[in-house]
Structures are given as C-alpha cells and as structure tokens.
C-alpha cells in the first residue's frame, strides 16, 4: 500500500500535489499539510505526479515496488527543431550489423521505457529479449514454418501476403523475417488487462523512438508477431507465462545503413471542430 511522506519544514502548503492528483485523493485539511483522503492509499496509482510537480520536493510517495532512483532536476526540454528533426530522421532498419548490442545497453534502454505511459499507471508490460542471434533465426524458422502451412491451407491465390516468395526467400539464406537482426524484443502482458495491448504498443513505440539515441536501430517485427498469435510451435518456444497474450515484436541491432535525410510523407489528415 502507498504511503505519502511530507517534510514539513519543506512543504509551504501550496496545494500543487493535491491539484496535480489525478486522482484528486491528496487533501489539505484546514490549511495542513497534504495527506491521503479516507480511502486515497486504496486508490492511489502511484503514478508519482505529486512528488514530481511539489515546487520544494517536500512529498514522496513511498511504495515497496517503486525503484527508489531519483533523477536531477529536468533540463530544459528539447528544442523543437531538434526534437522534430529526431521524429523525422527515425526509421525502420532493416540491414543490422551481424555484432551483437552490449546487453547492458539494452538494459538501460528497456529500463528507459518504464517511463511509457501505462493506462491507470498499471506498468504491468512485460519484455522477452531474445538475445540470442542464434536462437533468434531458429525463431525466425518456425515462422517460416507458420508460412508454410499457411501457404498449404490457402485455396490457390488466396494469399494476400506473397509467403511463397518470402519462403523461397527463406530457403536460400535470406531472411525476410527478422532481416538478420542480431536481436528481438517482445512485449507480453496478462491477457485480462484491458489496456495491456494498448500499453505494450505504446512501451515498443517509446523504444523505437529512443533506439537511435544509443546508437541502434530497430523495426516492427509484423510477421513474427502474426505467427506469435496463431502459430502453436513458436509460442511454445517463447514460453510466455500461462494466460499472457504477446503484444508485439520488436527487431534491434547496429544498423548497417545510414539515412541521409527523411523521407517524404503524405499530407496531415486533420480535422478540426
Ligand atoms: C491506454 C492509456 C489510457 C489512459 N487513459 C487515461 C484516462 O482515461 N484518464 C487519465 O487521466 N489518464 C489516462 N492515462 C494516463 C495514465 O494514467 C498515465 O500514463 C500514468 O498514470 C503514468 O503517468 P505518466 O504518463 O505521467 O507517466 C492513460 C494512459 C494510457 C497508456
Ligand atoms: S506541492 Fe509540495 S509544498 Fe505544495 S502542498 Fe504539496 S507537498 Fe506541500
Ligand atoms: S502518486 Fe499519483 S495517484 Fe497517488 S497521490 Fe500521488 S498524484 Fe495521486
């Protein structure tokens, strides 16, 4: 159960943590210092927005499963132009470089993702790295096996993806399913979290975002996420926990290729009211 713990010779009792609350559960009583309503530990998200909006740092919200870290204070943000060049300049990688990512890079940048928004605070999003590269392409082979069965199960012409050719594809060294990557990330979640789904799209969006920052590259892994959902075989080899459902998959490594400038893109589609 949380806890909220005020330093009083700090607190000026300005109100900021009660008024951030999204959950509106912090009270100032008669002009006293902050603390949980009736029913607020019960109810309280742990989201933080309290400790991280006090002017004078005076509250703390004191869990058991929260990481005690604490980080400097913000530097200003971004500068647009900087922070929209970055937006434009990420991109799909598809040729990695065989080297392996140090795995404490990795760690630092899944750690980095715990800061994705999660519906209700709940950061119930769960991360399988398949570090293995080797393991990674025997994966990648149980695709292909799922393609394969597809491909027999379809009335002739009745694919709409080109397996066949990916397949073939396949059989002669190349790797049209997780492009050589040297590695694979997946996120799970219980599959009775309404927002798990939502949470682990986000949590892998963050991660292609933050990627090229520390140097690597990534792309949305959709065939091995589609074979992830129907294909017995692979889904016993990830070995998720009973009743998790996978989310999404994630290739990462060096990349092998340099962009030079964004690509262009259609117009905005907005309306407004
Ligand atoms: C799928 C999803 C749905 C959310 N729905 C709401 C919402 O209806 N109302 C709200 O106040 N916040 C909503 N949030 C925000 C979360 O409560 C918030 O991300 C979480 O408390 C962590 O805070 P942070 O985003 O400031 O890190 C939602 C977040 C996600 C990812
Ligand atoms: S925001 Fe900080 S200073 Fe203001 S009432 Fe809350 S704990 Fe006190
Ligand atoms: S951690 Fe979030 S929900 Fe809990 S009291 Fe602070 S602001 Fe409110």
């Not at 004191?62 to 970055?86: G, N």
């Not at 937006?87 to 040729?95: F, G, K, V, Y």
């Not at 080797?134 to 080109?162: C, F, T, Y």
Request: aromatic share 8%; charged share 25%; hydrophobic share 35%.
């Amino acid at each position: 159960m949380p806890t909220l713990k005020v330093n009083q010779a700090d607190c000026s009792c300005c109100g900021e943590c009660a008024a951030t609350c999204p959950l509106r559960i912090i009270r100032l009583p008669d002009g006293n210092f902050p603390r949980f309503c009736d029913d607020g530990a019960d109810r309280c998200i742990i989201c933080g927005h309290c400790e991280a909006v006090c002017p004078s740092g005076a509250i703390t919200v004191e869990d058991p499963r929260l990481d005690p870290t604490s980080y400097p204070d913000p530097q200003p943000p971004i500068p647009k132009e900087q922070f929209a060049r970055h937006l434009r300049m990420r991109r799909s990688i598809r040729r990695f470089s065989p080297e392996p990512v140090e795995r404490e890079t990795l760690q630092e940048l899944l750690e980095l993702m715990r800061y994705a928004p999660t519906g209700m605070n709940c950061q119930e999003v769960q991360w399988l790295v398949i570090y293995d590269t080797a393991e990674l392409r025997r994966l990648s082979g149980l695709v292909v096996d799922w393609m394969r069965h597809v491909a027999d199960q379809a009335p002739p012409g009745g694919l709409k993806i080109n397996f066949e050719g990916m397949i073939k594809s396949w059989e002669k060294g190349n790797d049209p399913i997780s492009r050589k990557a040297p590695h694979l990330v997946l996120t799970h979640a219980r599959q009775d979290l309404s927002l798990g789904r939502v949470d682990g799209l986000i949590a892998l969006s963050y991660l292609d975002l933050a990627a090229p920052a520390y140097g690597i590259g990534s792309c949305w892994a959709g065939y091995f996420q589609y074979a992830c959902e129907g294909w017995q075989p692979l889904r016993d080899a990830l070995g998720l926990p009973e009743g998790d459902q996978p989310i999404y998959a994630m290739l990462l490594g060096r990349p092998a290729v340099r962009y030079q400038r964004p690509p262009k893109r259609n117009f905005a589609n907005v309306s407004w009211r």
